[in-house]
């Protein structure tokens, strides 16, 4: 393609990608080049709400008009079953003026179009592109006007655009036969965009654009994927915390049928083979002996994060509430909570393909984070980024474990090493044991309770490990920010209007390795800050959801949406109802990155065993873009929000995480599903994440419960009667 900058048109490619005529490129880079830094220093930190920061490389496209008129979309997102493939397939329809059955989604290719370096997490992807997407498709759809309106000699003011048409009086073209015949472009301004009043297909329920093809089994995911002259190989990796490989003995798996190569390159032990059977039959023969210098055990790591450990930074500070507690000590009501550590437990163990030839490398993975790949296949195996191309199928589940610490770089030396494609994935096993955990953590939560029940002063200290420095392989980022209150930290914050607050963070490191899990700190926040909240209404002999209300009484914008959000829950819950004998109630409501999410559950206690019975969710998303969506997020986030509560818990003992297959470790299952309502407010102009806002109320929603029902608090999970 190439493009007169001072004409600003730009010529039809020279190529077809299987028949379409490609549109785009251009128009994204000349629109993004200065916005990501714009947006990005405009955002606060602990909020997470970060915008899109699209790659650098030149994006080829970002649409395609297809010969039969359908639309092609490439997300710089990635589709890991929270339906972004759907919110911007219906907001770019929005603007482009077709159908949303007319647009086909899938993930761009880092070599061929956009990706985004904030990577996919943190409940962003549809938030961060509403703006970018759909002046994209708006400026498309004025240059296929433009291109029209030359064509009949009119004014591209005197073009409609309708159903993927255009029409002026009695003439009418297609989107692909305009673009199939020119040859020149004219790009427009960035038109203005459409407003909420003016949408046609936002704010209306749509079934997913990828629910057919994952129904039928068509859905293509890395496991699925092959390249010609595929190989296969099985990875030894240590089923200790920090092992080493002591002895090993590879002879007999070098003798099995079907091997091509065993590979021993320092702590890399690959078998390879011309089928996955051969490769695992030869691997089980390796016999090894492992150096296992860290005998980390379940109690050192719940004694190192402990408040008081480790490094203490304030991130909220109003009135004196340190000087009024220390102050009261005698009268003060104090409580700790504790979550523990968890694994992901993902449907889809990591898996990646990879081809590395002597100029190239091609890297197949179910991953939330291509730029991450790149970076981490370019050092491994020192070869220029722009060499390397990362193709994203499907990803069966992320949460969080799909974002770092793949197996692409493993995948790749040892395609290296054979000269051929490789296909490597774990076992259930090795997911398990070599994998990043949601870290444990530690709250110590305190109140002054004055006369007729008023918290005159609350402090609320969490101790937790350094997250982003795992993540991020380097301790600059808490040298900038004083804490890892992104990750770990976020949520530890008080939203209640509290005249004299304070919050710290304390930071530990642990010889475990952690990662983001879905909530980040959210769900370990919540769970103490909220039950903490239900136990002072207990004290204080008031209801709790009323108690809450009392302190969001001022007009700043989250107190006035997280209020209407407890009114509707109210209403919709029956909360004012009778509850029948034997029933407990619960409430909790979380701020997770300016979505307001606040659930109310019911429960019983049979046999010991708690079951849930309802679960009311109401939740703010400022605007809704799909109702069918944002209610299956809800859904999905309360099943795994009750799992999390209930059941899930990862452990170690000398120095090795002994959950190690599903058997092991006990999670939420179909017989769990309680009575789920959903219920969406529309709270600002703007949308903002939903795919891990409700799993925040959850857990304290179902102890609060149990307080309610037993007139005990449970204050560690998962919540255990006994």
Known sequence: MTQDNSKKTFSRRKFLQRGAIVLGGSVVASYLSCS?????????????????????????FWFEVLPDNTILLKSPKIEIGQGVFTGLAMLAAEELDVPYEQIKVEHSNTKSGLYDEMNTGGSSSTSSL?????????????????????????????????????????????????????KEWKIPKTPELRPKSAFKIVGKPVKRSDLKAKVMGTAKYTLDSELPDMLYAVLLQSPYLDGTIKTIDTKEAEKSVGVVKVIHEGELVAVVAKTFYAADSAFKKIVVEWNTPNKVQQADLIKSVTVGNGKEVNIQKEGNARSIIEDNKATVFKQEYRTPMAAHAQMEVNAAIAHVEANKVVIIAGTQGPKIVIDSVSKALDIDKDKIEVQ??????????????????????????????????????????????????????????????????????????????NLMGTDLPIKILGADFISAGHGASLMYNFKHKSVSVWNTEVPIPIGIWRGVGMFPN????????????????????????????????????????????????????????????????????????????????????????????????????????IK?????????????????????????????????????????????????????????????????????????????????AVRSLPLRLS
């Not at 930190?45 to 650098?56: Q, R, T």
């Not at 969080?400 to 490789?422: D, N, Q, T």
């Not at 859904?635 to 959950?659: F, N, R």
């Not at 102009?685 to 857990?699: K, Q, T």
């Open 36 to 60: 990501p830094v714009r947006r990005f220093t405009a955002q606060k930190v602990e909020s997470m709400d970060f915008p899109a920061m699209l790659s650098s490389l030149q994006p080829d």
């Open 130 to 182: 509403y703006e970018p997407i759909r002046e994209v498709a708006a400026t498309m759809r004025e240059m296929l006007k433009e291109a029209v309106a030359k064509k009949w000699g009119v004014k591209a003011s005197e073009i409609k655009t309708e159903n993927g048409t255009l029409i002026s009086g009695s003439k009418k073209i297609t989107y692909a036969e305009i673009a199939k015949e020119t």
């Open 392 to 469: 994203t199928p499907f990803v069966g589940g992320g949460f969080g474990r799909k974002a770092v610490k793949g197996l692409y770089v493993e995948a790749a030396l040892i395609s290296k090493a054979v000269g051929k494609p490789v296909k490597l994935y774990n076992s259930r096993q090795q997911e398990f044991q070599n994998s990043l955990y949601r870290p444990n953590t530690h709250h110590v939560l305190q109140a002054k309770i004055g006369q007729n029940g008023v918290i005159e002063a609350i402090t609320h200290d969490q101790a937790t490990p350094d997250m982003l420095k």
């Open 526 to 629: 919540a769970f103490a800050i909220e039950s903490f909240m239900n136990e002072l209404a207990h004290q204080t002999k008031k209801d709790p959801i009323a108690f809450r209300i009392g302190l969001l009484q001022k007009d700043d914008k989250i107190s006035v949406r997280s209020k209407k959000v407890l009114e509707t829950l109210i209403e919709k819950s029956g909360w004012n109802t009778p509850k029948a004998e034997g029933v407990g109630r619960g409430i909790a409501i979380g701020n997770d990155r300016k979505t307001i999410a606040a659930a109310a559950i019911e429960l019983a206690v049979i046999d010991g065993k708690v079951i849930v019975k309802k679960v009311t969710q109401v939740m703010d998303v400022g605007i809704c873009i799909n109702p069918e969506g």
């Open 632 to 712: 299956q997020q809800i859904e999905g986030a309360t099943m795994m929000g009750i799992g999390a509560a209930l059941y899930e818990e990862a452990t170690v003992k000398d120095g090795q995480i002994e959950q190690a297959y599903f058997s092991q470790y006990p999670m939420v299952s179909l017989a769990d599903v309680p009575e789920i309502q959903s219920f969406i407010l529309e709270g600002d102009d703007i949308p903002y994440g939903v795919g891990e806002p409700p799993l925040a109320p959850i857990a304290p929603a179902i102890a609060g419960a149990i307080l309610d029902l037993t007139g005990k």
